[in-house]
């Protein structure tokens, strides 16, 4: 165990807390001091470190009285800036919702807080969870804590959209965060890093009180350093909300306890259709490894097919953004947020002029897709279309889950890359979510874990999709990555 | 189908985002290049396939016919940026 | 089913006018269709709102089982096709009453389908003309907010307490070709919904408002272009609109002009429609199915519990009052026409049934004649209700008792009934009270036959030279002088004998 306390993992924090090694409010004050040490970063939205001290307080007081403890007693972790908390700004990195303070708590802060957890701020992201790089933010980029090899200083993407959560973690300013993903928001961001985290299946984390991007693809899920620390947050966060119609009614596994990394009688497919021309030699040897590894751990490995997978980005991004268009009508200026009331303006006019201020440019892009795919005598062609192939990318999935209980691909194709680099064209940046959009367009859980430096010194991650609600058989590869990877890789503190 | 600058002005006029001339011009390129990308889709034989509905098996769950919520005034008014008299304040509607 | 004969007389020859409606009939429940917050009438502005009604970022809405549950029931009322497989879907515009940007609605999948309802032009004419309405479909969807435009010089106020109530839109097929049978039909499908119990049908508290789509043609020819004129609010305004918008198309027509497809609205104090422009904004709603909700499945148990609850409706009721309870087509009509007076009929059947130990056939007759004559009268007078009578349906039953045993003859029966409305006390109390019990006691009534005769020789003269009216006379006369408590067939019977 290091003596470090902000080099402990949520594991060791819980059990040291437990333990007696240290107190609850040795450990917010020091991720606390990192969170107030990395303004560079720009990780952070709001910090509220009164939050995290709290909490602590609350958990040394309930050990001392010798109360039960939750499961999270004694561990800060960071918020996205997506989650609605009762009484903290959330704005979803939009100036829209700058000011806004929710009179509410979402389902899963709320389950996180129960449990013991404390509140270190919200994190930075895309605004309204839409880009892969956390370039679109209201409240400017954020830092990846890495950086290039052999002295080139360039600021480089922590990926996106959970891309303050990447940062901070990998930065040490917080054992473990919540992200959510759409498109790959909480797997290509962990690959940027150099950290894990895993999307659950659609529906076993609430929606309630998450700022809404694409309703039937939103998921919330944990970003932290260890396949471990994932499993423990997931518990806490999962669970049937009778307030999300699409919320699943299914008691939460014991994903933790049930961890293991022997993968013997498990067969892994890997998706032929993810080995494109001209996929980067870097990460298909990664890839390689991460097979090796797998049936190093007692896993068969079979070759599967995805016949519909390139066609799974396009079909994301007429279905994404079409709900996008309507989720995000509601930011008009009448209820809550800003108001761009120009001299003279109509209600009308008040909406233009309120939503032209209140989003930024990708926002604004991906709203007038939406509403253009929507629009009469373009629905069918686009929208219903759309809903079709995806319905194809979820039959692709079943039909190679027939042959093999889990899938390995990489995680992103490439490593992070310079701000400013793809940032003048969407469709070069959209692509990097190639490799994460199809699971979630079949609502599938799917993680993301480190598997070693690419010659620039840069992580890349690997990739596991599992069959809907095995969370279990995806975490247990997960695992058994980690134990062989040996990834231990961590940023040089230059903030 | 590609979209010209009169459509570019129509969709922002739907999505109530207003938009100068300048910055429509510019969407025009982008747009298409975006929607001429998505497009690919139309090659994909989907005969006989219904659009998906629920990602994950579920069925839709009724809540019971019980008042549970609202007499929230204070905190449905919390954020707005004008409210007078219990009421959300907006610029006069003609209708 | 008849052909209507309803013709708009222009310059240039005849018009027929082809009608539709879409009703929007707020669904009775306690809480809204999406939210728990409360749906009664009347309440402080915002305070029946919820952070969904709000559309609070993060919100999401979990449908209210009652509201889908009286839809089903209403299709089932209207022998609707019912669909065990729908979908909401979102309708989406900017408007200030409408606070998620869109309307939760069903446009590709409603939950039921085609139906019918029959309409009577003259419902109290048993000959009158009957004829089929075909209706399209019902949807269910939330209603929205209200605006206030009165209260500040520059502003208006926005109160959100309405938005997100459940209401069934009805469509109808554009079948209807007069302004009488728009009116029946709306009238119809109100008697409908309050005997389902799905909507309380209060017109003007906005529970029921009427879209009515409207075009004219030459009889025969193709239909014309529809105007549509939103939110009429009663069964006289609907045919005041359907009437005007009518003549005032023809006008257009016969002009040389062009009727144009609009929404409209109806101005009751000038009895005029208007064009609403300002509404007229190029309307593109941009449906798809709302991903924050998974497709409606109904499953064969919640149908059956549906149609188990559903009460005798009114077309099965009035043919039953007229066949077995053997009602005039007249009285049948009347009574059905509203369910509180069916219920409350029956109700007064059942009582009275019981006290006098007679099947509800036998008792019937003379129940609907004192509701409809007497009670109705009496209410009248004193401007209430049915629902606020001061005499409910087991006094009612116990005064017609009284009645139908001879302990009082039908005009003590009148004054009884007024005490009973001034006093509240009971008929029986009453008339033991007051000592209105009618006589049989021969001796008594021969006595005063037999004063009555003599006092009025002339008259006996008279009746027997063969002015029969007379008779009517001396039975009044010998009713007077026994005070009213004669039992009028004795009395008859003494007459006849004592004039033999």
Redesign the interface.
Same mark, same amino acid.
């Not at chain 1, 389902?107 to 129960?114: C, D, Q, Y």
């Not at chain 1, 940062?167 to 917080?174: K, P, T, V, Y």
């Given at each position: 165990m290091s003596n470090n306390l902000t080099d402990l993992t949520v594991a060791e924090i819980r059990d040291g807390f437990r333990g007696g090694d240290f107190s609850a409010r040795e450990v917010a004050e020091a991720f606390n001091a990192n969170v107030a040490g990395a303004k560079a970063l720009n990780a952070f939205i709001v910090e509220t470190p009164e939050k995290a001290l709290e909490a602590a307080d609350a958990a040394d007081k309930a050990k001392a009285a010798g109360e039960a403890l939750g499961a999270l007693a004694g561990v800060p972790i960071g918020m996205k800036d997506l989650f609605c908390t009762e009484g903290v700004q959330t704005t979803a990195a939009s100036h829209m919702l700058e000011?806004?303070?929710p009179?509410?708590e979402s389902t899963v802060s709320g389950k996180l807080w129960a449990a013991g957890a404390g509140m270190l701020g919200k994190l930075n992201l895309d605004q309204f969870a839409m880009g892969s790089s956390n370039e679109t933010s209201y409240y400017g980029n954020v830092i990846s804590p890495w950086r290039r090899g052999g002295g080139d200083n360039a600021a480089l993407a922590p990926g996106g959209s959970s891309g303050g959560s990447s940062s901070a973690i990998a930065a040490r300013l917080c054992p473990a965060a919540t992200g959510t993903d759409t498109g790959g928001s909480i797997r290509q961001p962990a690959a940027f890093t150099g950290i894990s985290g895993i999307k659950p299946?659609?529906?076993r984390c609430s929606r309630w009180g998450i700022v809404a991007f694409a309703s039937?693809?939103d998921q919330a899920g944990p970003m932290a350093r260890t396949v471990r620390d994932n499993a423990i947050l997931l518990e806490t966060m999962s669970g049937f909300d009778?307030r999300d119609?699409?919320s699943?009614?299914l008691a939460v596994p014991q994903w933790e306890a049930n961890l293991t990394s022997d993968l013997k009688g498990k067969k892994v497919g890997i998706p032929k259709e993810y080995r494109p021309d001209g996929l980067n030699a870097e990460i298909a040897a990664l890839w390689d490894r991460g097979i090796e590894w797998l049936k190093d751990a007692g896993a068969e490995v079979v070759e599967v097919s995805l016949p519909?997978t390139k066609?799974a980005l396009?079909?994301y991004?007429?279905i994404a953004p079409a709900e996008a268009?309507s989720n995000l009508?509601r930011y008009?200026?009448?209820?809550?947020?800003?108001?761009d009331?120009p001299d003279g303006?109509?209600?009308?006019?008040?909406?233009?002029?309120t939503?032209?201020l209140g989003?930024g440019p990708e926002v604004?892009?991906r709203?007038?897709?939406g509403?253009?795919?929507l629009?009469a005598g373009?629905y069918d062609?686009?929208y219903?279309?759309?809903?079709?192939?995806?319905?194809?990318i979820?039959r692709d999935f079943e039909q190679a889950f027939e042959k093999c209980d889990l899938l390995l691909t990489p995680t992103a194709p490439s490593a992070s890359f310079a701000l400013g680099e793809k940032q003048a064209d969407?469709?070069a940046m959209?692509l990097n979510d190639v490799f994460t959009v199809p699971a979630s367009?079949?609502?599938l859980p799917a993680m993301a874990v480190p598997g070693g430096l690419d010659s620039q010194g840069l992580p890349l991650g690997l990739q596991i999709i599992g069959k809907?609600?095995d969370e279990q058989t995806v975490l247990n590869a997960g695992l058994a990555i980690e134990e062989r990877a040996g990834f231990n890789a961590r940023p040089d503190k230059w903030w | 189908?590609s979209?010209d600058l009169q459509?570019?002005k129509?969709?922002?006029?739907?999505?109530?985002?207003?938009?100068t001339d300048a910055e429509a011009e510019a969407?025009v390129p982008?747009?298409n290049?975006?929607?001429g990308?998505?497009?690919?889709?139309?090659e994909?034989d #989907?005969t006989g396939?219904?659009?998906?509905? *629920?990602?994950?098996p579920? +069925?839709?769950?009724?809540?019971?016919?019980? =008042?549970?919520?609202?007499? #929230?005034?204070d905190?449905?008014?919390?954020? *707005?940026?004008?409210a007078? +008299?219990?009421?959300?304040?907006?610029?006069? =509607?003609?209708? | 089913m008849t052909e209507s004969t309803y013709r708009i007389q222009g310059a240039t020859g005849e018009w027929e006018v082809v009608i539709g409606l879409e009703v929007h009939a707020q669904v009775t429940?306690?809480?809204k269709l999406f939210?728990?917050?409360?749906t009664a009438f009347g309440a402080?502005?915002?305070?029946?709102?919820?952070?969904?009604?709000?559309a609070m970022p993060g919100m999401l809405p979990?449908?209210?089982?009652?509201?889908?549950r009286q839809a089903v029931r209403t299709g089932m009322a209207i022998d609707a096709q019912i669909n065990k497989w729908s979908?909401f879907d979102r309708k989406n515009y900017?408007y200030?009453d409408l606070p998620q940007g869109y309307q939760i609605s069903q446009l590709y999948h409603p939950i039921v389908g085609e139906g019918q309802i029959e309409i009577t032009l003259d419902e109290k004419n048993p000959d009158s003309s009957t004829k089929t309405i075909g209706i399209e479909r019902i949807h269910v969807e939330q209603d929205a907010g209200k605006?206030?435009?009165d209260?500040?010089?520059?502003?208006?106020?926005?109160?959100?307490n309405r938005s997100g109530v459940a209401l069934m839109e009805i469509v109808s097929k554009p079948d209807m070709r007069s302004p009488a049978e728009a009116g029946a039909y709306l009238s119809k499908l109100r008697t409908i919904l309050r005997y389902v119990g799905s909507c309380d049908g209060n017109m003007d508290q906005g529970s029921m408002r009427a879209d009515v789509n409207v075009s004219v043609r030459r009889p025969g020819e193709e239909f014309g272009t529809r105007t549509e004129t939103k939110n009429v609010n009663s069964v006289r305004f609907v045919m005041a609109v359907v009437e005007h918008e009518a003549s005032r198309q023809v006008d257009v027509l016969e002009a040389g002009g062009k009727v144009v497809q609009e929404t409209r609205?109806y101005d009751p104090d000038r009895n005029e429609t208007r064009s609403?422009r300002?509404?007229e904004d190029?309307h593109?709603y941009?449906y798809f199915?709302d991903p924050d909700?998974?497709?409606?499945?109904l499953d064969d148990a919640f149908l059956e519990e549906c149609r188990q609850s559903l009460p005798e409706l009114p077309d099965a009721k009035r043919q039953r009052y007229e066949q077995a309870l053997g009602l005039s087509a007249y009285n049948a009509a009347t009574l059905t026409a509203d369910a509180d007076t069916a219920r409350w009929f029956e109700a007064l059947l059942a009582e009275g049934a019981r006290i006098q130990k007679k099947s509800e056939g036998e008792v019937a007759k003379a129940s609907a004649n004192w509701l409809l004559s007497e009670l109705y009268g009496a209410l009248n007078r004193l401007g209430k209700s049915l629902e606020d009578s001061p005499v409910g349906p087991e006094e009612g039953a116990e005064l017609l008792a009284l009645v139908a045993d001879g302990t009082i003859s039908g005009t003590i029966a009148k004054q009884v009934f007024e005490i009973m409305l001034e006093t509240g006390d009971r008929a029986p109390k009453i008339v033991e009270e007051k000592g209105l019990k009618q006589t049989s006691d021969t001796g008594a009534i021969e006595a005063a036959v037999a004063k009555v005769l003599a006092d009025n020789g002339d008259k006996v003269e008279q009746y027997k030279a063969g002015k029969d009216a007379l008779f009517g006379f001396f039975v009044g006369q010998t009713m007077k002088a026994m005070q009213g408590k004669a039992n009028p067939q004795v009395v008859n019977e003494l007459i006849k004998k004592a004039l033999a």
């Amino acid at each position: 165990m290091s003596n470090n306390l902000t080099d402990l993992t949520v594991a060791e924090i819980r059990d040291g807390f437990r333990g007696g090694d240290f107190s609850a409010r040795e450990v917010a004050e020091a991720f606390n001091a990192n969170v107030a040490g990395a303004k560079a970063l720009n990780a952070f939205i709001v910090e509220t470190p009164e939050k995290a001290l709290e909490a602590a307080d609350a958990a040394d007081k309930a050990k001392a009285a010798g109360e039960a403890l939750g499961a999270l007693a004694g561990v800060p972790i960071g918020m996205k800036d997506l989650f609605c908390t009762e009484g903290v700004q959330t704005t979803a990195a939009s100036h829209m919702l700058e000011g806004f303070t929710p009179t509410y708590e979402s389902t899963v802060s709320g389950k996180l807080w129960a449990a013991g957890a404390g509140m270190l701020g919200k994190l930075n992201l895309d605004q309204f969870a839409m880009g892969s790089s956390n370039e679109t933010s209201y409240y400017g980029n954020v830092i990846s804590p890495w950086r290039r090899g052999g002295g080139d200083n360039a600021a480089l993407a922590p990926g996106g959209s959970s891309g303050g959560s990447s940062s901070a973690i990998a930065a040490r300013l917080c054992p473990a965060a919540t992200g959510t993903d759409t498109g790959g928001s909480i797997r290509q961001p962990a690959a940027f890093t150099g950290i894990s985290g895993i999307k659950p299946t659609y529906g076993r984390c609430s929606r309630w009180g998450i700022v809404a991007f694409a309703s039937s693809l939103d998921q919330a899920g944990p970003m932290a350093r260890t396949v471990r620390d994932n499993a423990i947050l997931l518990e806490t966060m999962s669970g049937f909300d009778p307030r999300d119609s699409t919320s699943l009614d299914l008691a939460v596994p014991q994903w933790e306890a049930n961890l293991t990394s022997d993968l013997k009688g498990k067969k892994v497919g890997i998706p032929k259709e993810y080995r494109p021309d001209g996929l980067n030699a870097e990460i298909a040897a990664l890839w390689d490894r991460g097979i090796e590894w797998l049936k190093d751990a007692g896993a068969e490995v079979v070759e599967v097919s995805l016949p519909h997978t390139k066609y799974a980005l396009p079909t994301y991004y007429i279905i994404a953004p079409a709900e996008a268009s309507s989720n995000l009508a509601r930011y008009d200026g009448v209820r809550y947020g800003q108001r761009d009331l120009p001299d003279g303006a109509g209600l009308q006019d008040m909406y233009a002029a309120t939503r032209a201020l209140g989003f930024g440019p990708e926002v604004k892009r991906r709203i007038m897709i939406g509403t253009y795919v929507l629009s009469a005598g373009f629905y069918d062609a686009y929208y219903t279309q759309a809903q079709k192939v995806r319905a194809l990318i979820a039959r692709d999935f079943e039909q190679a889950f027939e042959k093999c209980d889990l899938l390995l691909t990489p995680t992103a194709p490439s490593a992070s890359f310079a701000l400013g680099e793809k940032q003048a064209d969407p469709l070069a940046m959209y692509l990097n979510d190639v490799f994460t959009v199809p699971a979630s367009l079949a609502g599938l859980p799917a993680m993301a874990v480190p598997g070693g430096l690419d010659s620039q010194g840069l992580p890349l991650g690997l990739q596991i999709i599992g069959k809907a609600l095995d969370e279990q058989t995806v975490l247990n590869a997960g695992l058994a990555i980690e134990e062989r990877a040996g990834f231990n890789a961590r940023p040089d503190k230059w903030w | 189908m590609s979209i010209d600058l009169q459509t570019v002005k129509k969709i922002a006029s739907l999505s109530r985002i207003s938009v100068t001339d300048a910055e429509a011009e510019a969407m025009v390129p982008e747009l298409n290049n975006i929607l001429g990308w998505v497009e690919q889709l139309g090659e994909v034989d #989907v005969t006989g396939i219904e659009p998906m509905t *629920a990602v994950i098996p579920n +069925h839709q769950r009724l809540r019971e016919d019980a =008042v549970t919520d609202g007499d #929230v005034r204070d905190k449905v008014l919390a954020n *707005a940026p004008q409210a007078e +008299h219990g009421f959300f304040a907006v610029p006069k =509607v003609i209708e | 089913m008849t052909e209507s004969t309803y013709r708009i007389q222009g310059a240039t020859g005849e018009w027929e006018v082809v009608i539709g409606l879409e009703v929007h009939a707020q669904v009775t429940s306690q809480a809204k269709l999406f939210s728990g917050a409360a749906t009664a009438f009347g309440a402080e502005p915002n305070t029946q709102v919820s952070l969904v009604d709000a559309a609070m970022p993060g919100m999401l809405p979990v449908p209210n089982r009652e509201c889908i549950r009286q839809a089903v029931r209403t299709g089932m009322a209207i022998d609707a096709q019912i669909n065990k497989w729908s979908r909401f879907d979102r309708k989406n515009y900017f408007y200030a009453d409408l606070p998620q940007g869109y309307q939760i609605s069903q446009l590709y999948h409603p939950i039921v389908g085609e139906g019918q309802i029959e309409i009577t032009l003259d419902e109290k004419n048993p000959d009158s003309s009957t004829k089929t309405i075909g209706i399209e479909r019902i949807h269910v969807e939330q209603d929205a907010g209200k605006l206030m435009h009165d209260q500040h010089p520059t502003r208006s106020y926005v109160d959100l307490n309405r938005s997100g109530v459940a209401l069934m839109e009805i469509v109808s097929k554009p079948d209807m070709r007069s302004p009488a049978e728009a009116g029946a039909y709306l009238s119809k499908l109100r008697t409908i919904l309050r005997y389902v119990g799905s909507c309380d049908g209060n017109m003007d508290q906005g529970s029921m408002r009427a879209d009515v789509n409207v075009s004219v043609r030459r009889p025969g020819e193709e239909f014309g272009t529809r105007t549509e004129t939103k939110n009429v609010n009663s069964v006289r305004f609907v045919m005041a609109v359907v009437e005007h918008e009518a003549s005032r198309q023809v006008d257009v027509l016969e002009a040389g002009g062009k009727v144009v497809q609009e929404t409209r609205l109806y101005d009751p104090d000038r009895n005029e429609t208007r064009s609403m422009r300002s509404k007229e904004d190029a309307h593109d709603y941009r449906y798809f199915p709302d991903p924050d909700l998974l497709p409606l499945e109904l499953d064969d148990a919640f149908l059956e519990e549906c149609r188990q609850s559903l009460p005798e409706l009114p077309d099965a009721k009035r043919q039953r009052y007229e066949q077995a309870l053997g009602l005039s087509a007249y009285n049948a009509a009347t009574l059905t026409a509203d369910a509180d007076t069916a219920r409350w009929f029956e109700a007064l059947l059942a009582e009275g049934a019981r006290i006098q130990k007679k099947s509800e056939g036998e008792v019937a007759k003379a129940s609907a004649n004192w509701l409809l004559s007497e009670l109705y009268g009496a209410l009248n007078r004193l401007g209430k209700s049915l629902e606020d009578s001061p005499v409910g349906p087991e006094e009612g039953a116990e005064l017609l008792a009284l009645v139908a045993d001879g302990t009082i003859s039908g005009t003590i029966a009148k004054q009884v009934f007024e005490i009973m409305l001034e006093t509240g006390d009971r008929a029986p109390k009453i008339v033991e009270e007051k000592g209105l019990k009618q006589t049989s006691d021969t001796g008594a009534i021969e006595a005063a036959v037999a004063k009555v005769l003599a006092d009025n020789g002339d008259k006996v003269e008279q009746y027997k030279a063969g002015k029969d009216a007379l008779f009517g006379f001396f039975v009044g006369q010998t009713m007077k002088a026994m005070q009213g408590k004669a039992n009028p067939q004795v009395v008859n019977e003494l007459i006849k004998k004592a004039l033999a």
